[in-house]
């Protein structure tokens, strides 16, 4: 697999035929400074990278997407019902997307168990519904559980949704839904919201808005849900050590002018994405994770 370059960033990655990259799923940058650090408004500076999902090879046979091809089974379109796990524990839809294509409900609430403490999300289907079925599904097959919030930038937001197999990350990449139409909610202070490459590319990945986003409104980013438990005392003390990726425009999420034993430099995406947790384990030792995440009453 080639690797975008990092100064290409969440743009469009230069001779995708050639290089075999393509656009990283991303929120729109924000005028953020990711080397501030703990700020209510973010300083004006260099722009943080949007939410992004790193590129990938493209596989052979990508995966159909199942907001256009619904697996036929009743369990698909009945809402709550979902495949019941394999007996070895793993379930069967974390290595085929075809198989977790089932109708949420109007509302759920999904507890996040992490390393710092539980988060409880209310997802309200009204608000996005594609996206709050997939999340719903995602949820449901275990997809969460063990994974990193690999970014964490001050004053914008935190990311998560790389699975730590890349067997799991490999299926899921090319199984994107199709957009839900903005404007229903807005990305405030504690909402969550799926990344995007661009139009009709979501899959996997998310964040949680750290402020008051509002700009990425008008640009296709659709809330699902917001977080009614552990707001201050997790989602705020998630461990924001290690700041930008090299994917951020012109390093600058490396601090690059900072002296180097300040200098802080955070996952690579597509490393994140091909390694998975043995990548993030060994070179960010101090992460926060998803241990489980569950819908719960």
């Not at 370059?5 to 969440?10: D, G, N, T, V, Y």
């Not at 919030?149 to 899921?172: A, L, S």
């Not at 139009?199 to 750290?210: C, E, K, S, Y």
């Not at 707001?231 to 090299?246: Q, T």
Request: glycine residues 8%.
């Amino acid at each position: 697999m080639r690797l975008c370059p990092s100064h290409l960033a969440i743009v469009l990655c230069a001779a995708i035929a050639a290089t075999g990259c393509k656009k990283e799923e991303a929120a729109p940058t924000p005028a953020t400074d990711p080397a501030a650090a703990n700020e209510a408004t973010p300083p004006t500076g260099a722009a943080a990278t949007p939410p992004a999902e790193p590129p990938a090879a493209p596989a052979a046979a990508p995966t159909p997407d199942p907001a256009a091809d619904p697996d036929p089974a009743p369990a698909a379109t009945t809402p709550g019902a979902a495949a019941a796990p394999a007996a070895g524990g793993k379930h069967p839809a974390l290595l085929d997307p075809m198989r977790a294509t089932a109708t949420g409900p109007a509302t759920f609430k999904v507890k996040f168990t992490t390393t710092k403490g539980d988060i409880v999300v209310d997802v309200t289907r009204d608000w996005a519904p594609k996206g709050a079925d997939r999340f719903y599904n995602l949820v449901k097959i275990g997809y969460y559980n063990e994974i990193a919030f690999f970014r964490v930038v001050d004053g914008f937001m935190v990311q998560f949704g790389i699975h730590g197999d890349p067997e799991m990350t490999t299926k899921w990449r090319e199984a994107r839904i199709d957009d839900d139409p903005p404007g229903k909610q807005s990305n405030k202070r504690g909402y969550l919201t799926f990344a995007t490459a661009g139009p009709n590319t979501r899959t996997t990945q998310m964040f949680i808005n750290f402020k008051d986003n509002t700009t990425l409104d008008s640009m296709g980013f659709a809330p699902i849900g917001q977080v009614s438990a552990g707001l201050e005392s997790v989602v705020d003390k998630l461990n924001n050590e290690y700041g930008e990726g090299m994917h951020a425009p012109d390093g600058a999420g490396c601090q690059k002018d900072a002296p180097p034993s300040m200098r802080r430099c955070g996952p690579v995406q597509p490393l994140v994405q091909m390694q998975g947790n043995a990548y993030l384990k060994k070179e960010f030792p101090n992460l926060d994770y998803i241990l489980r995440a569950e819908i719960v009453p």
